[in-house]
């Protein structure tokens, strides 16, 4: 089985003024006190709203340099879910899904894939179930970063 922790969507519908204020800007750093924020606080918050009631546990908030994170946890591991704008687009997300594995990964023992599957199988839904988003493209995150990323697939789990 082969996670694919990285989705693209578009969001045109979705409404939040802090990414039409930045839609010309090239992605924010971190904001200082008193700086606006960058974009997707909104899409971030919603994310984790809905991963609750589906029963993951939001532990933490914070602000990137590029977008907003939170992570959650179902049993004793953690996930970072990590939302942005891509390239300075202001419809297009990235939102990204990974195992927060830390210092000492093998104290905890092999990473849980299933765990880790239905939280993307999870956020696959939240993201498919709402008409404000549309075309959603799954990426490793080896796909991600690659020079020629290719066109993704449909969904997050890949044979």
Known sequence: MKLLTHVTFLAPDFDEPARRQHADDAPAPAPTEGEPRPPGADMARWLDGA???????????WTTPYGHAFDVKRTNRRYDVETQLIDGDTDRFLVTAVERRGLVPWFKGPSNSDEHALLLTHLRGVLGGDSRLHEPRWYSEAEWTAADRGPGHDVPIAQ
Do not use: T
């Open 51 to 61: 991963l609750a009631a589906q029963g993951w546990e939001v532990l933490n908030r």
